[in-house]
């Protein structure tokens, strides 16, 4: 299998100044201070930076010397000795035979997920999950509701493969609403987005297929594609400008051969960003002309916070010609307990689908269905005072970061519920690890990546009450004080 390999125009882009002379790291406290460095080590300190920020994919092969010679206007003799510097340090691995590939040293990985803990003076707050409290009245009365309709259902076997016919109508109809055309038999009901997913790609993919991802990506998603023996191939999101990189999207495809993507363009999780409507355009382009089959995860369309999102990406397949599957879900938007999601596809992927659920299981719970049903009668209005929560706590977590983590950077979300957060140095699961003992839970950075990558960023939700925000990041700021050695050692940072 050939090696994908990076563009070296990209890559030269991406690095941005990387010659000025970079900044130790610190902060603010020797902000002053500069270090001088040899064109080739400041190179690779740039090169290795990226590898961090997840903008340089893991497995792939760094352009050839001469190639990166050339777009950055360098000697063969700087680039030769710059990766030389990330072999030693082994951000590359080489091979006998075979082109360079990148990597992260064992020292640079992470340690895996953490459990929930407790001070002494009682639980952490959790903001390991961006999910929200349930609206309690509206949530009663939709099981109440379901309950009353319950009898009808009574009578047969209640085992729906593809769910109730009545849910599958609103569902069809919420897309109708948002100018996609659909019909009962394009939708599936499952139990939640995550069997939707793992449906998919159990359906659609085998062992080794390679599938395209956003990088960072929903860390869910990512057990789902390991678990059927695939591959992620990452592309990554780009932190400024227009995050998504179509033209690498289109490159990764046509290099991998990529037989599958799953993409999240409506309020990315965990970045926030909204992908526009000329983009959604190219994305149903470039999966007709790489015959690559596109899953949009939509779990977040509801949420958004700013500006409603452009028609679903679905809906620029049917111009381009192509099918595009949809899944979506009930529980970012009402309740994480609701385990209710869906699938749009053609109806021939629907059945599909259904003869491959007996191996999972037999169909949704009939009463959450019927309650699911109930809420996306009323769904305008919930979803509005839902909005409305999430603004005042989307201010209240950037007011609490400007307090206690000025040097922290960040672009704000236009919807969904978390920010991505970036640290002046990588140490993202060496602060997930110890902010436990000062009072909260993180997600670290590299869950939501591939093979360690992410180390400089940590996602925080704003879904919990304002001051329940404003301790969580006053312990997270004095976790990472408690790291302050670690935190001043020197780091090369990009300048932009």
């Known amino acids: 299998m050939a090696i994908r390999v990076l ?52 497995g792939v092969g760094l352009p050839s010397e001469r190639d ?41 990985r992470p340690n895996g997920l953490l459990v929930q803990s407790r001070t002494s003076s009682g639980p952490v707050i959790d903001m390991s999950h961006a999910a929200m409290a349930a609206p309690t009245e509206a949530m009663l009365s939709a099981y109440n509701a379901a309950l009353q309709a319950l009898p009808a259902y009574l009578s047969n076997h209640g085992m729906e493969p593809i769910g109730l016919s009545v849910l599958r109508e609103s569902i069809a109809r919420r897309f109708v609403e948002r100018g996609l055309p659909t019909t009962e038999d394009q939708i599936m009901v499952t139990s939640g987005a995550q069997q939707a997913v ?9 062992p080794g297929d390679r599938v395209l991802i956003d990088h960072p990506t929903y860390p869910n998603a990512l057990e789902a594609i390991r678990r059927v023996g695939a591959r992620p191939v990452p592309v990554p999101i780009r932190p400024d400008g227009d995050p998504w990189d179509l033209d690498g999207i289109r490159s990764a495809a046509r290099q991998t051969a990529s037989k599958v993507a799953y993409i999240i363009p409506d309020f990315h999780n965990p970045t926030g960003r909204c992908l526009g409507a000329d983009g959604r355009a190219e994305l149903a382009r470039i999966a007709r002309d790489t015959s690559m089959t596109l899953i949009v995860d939509e779990t977040m369309v509801d949420l958004w916070l700013d500006a409603p999102p452009p028609p679903p990406v679905a809906s620029f397949g049917r111009v381009s010609g192509t099918d595009i599957v949809t899944i979506g879900s009930a529980s970012k ?17 629907i059945s599909r689908l259904a003869g491959s659920r007996a191996a999972h299981d037999l169909g949704t719970s009939v009463m959450d269905q019927l309650a699911a049903g109930f809420l996306l009668q009323d769904a305008d209005a919930i979803l509005e005072t839902r909005r409305i929560q999430l603004r005042e706590r989307r201010d209240a977590l950037e007011g609490a970061l ?82 302050a050695p670690n935190v001043d050692a020197e780091q090369p940072a990009l300048v932009f």
């Open 68 to 108: 990166l010679s050339a777009a950055l206007d360098l000697s063969r003799t700087t680039i030769t000795s710059s990766y030389a510097v990330l072999r030693e340090e082994g951000y590359l691995i080489s091979k006998q035979g075979a082109r360079s590939t990148v990597a992260l040293p064992d020292m640079a």
């Open 198 to 206: 793992r449906l998919l790609l159990g359906t659609l993919t085998s």
């Open 333 to 349: 938007s009402y309740w994480g307990g609701l385990r209710i999601g869906w699938i749009r596809a053609n109806p021939s992927l």
């Open 402 to 483: 400007a307090e206690h983590l000025p040097d922290w950077s960040y672009r704000r979300s236009t919807g969904g519920m978390s920010l991505w957060l970036q640290l002046p140095a990588p140490v993202s699961s060496a602060l997930a690890a110890t902010v436990p003992a000062f009072g909260a839970v993180l997600a670290a950075g590299p869950r939501f990546g591939v093979e360690g990558a992410f180390e400089r960023f940590i996602r925080m939700p704003y879904t919990r009450e304002p001051v329940e925000l404003a301790a969580a990041v006053s312990a997270t700021a004095a976790a990472y004080q408690a790291l």
């Open 7 to 58: 563009n070296a125009t990209s890559l030269a882009r991406d690095l941005g100044r990387w010659r000025t002379d970079a900044e130790d790291g610190s902060g603010p406290r020797r902000a002053s201070r500069r270090t001088s460095r040899p064109t080739y080590r400041a190179l690779a300190d740039g090169v290795r930076l990226l590898i961090h920020d997840g903008r340089i994919p893991l």
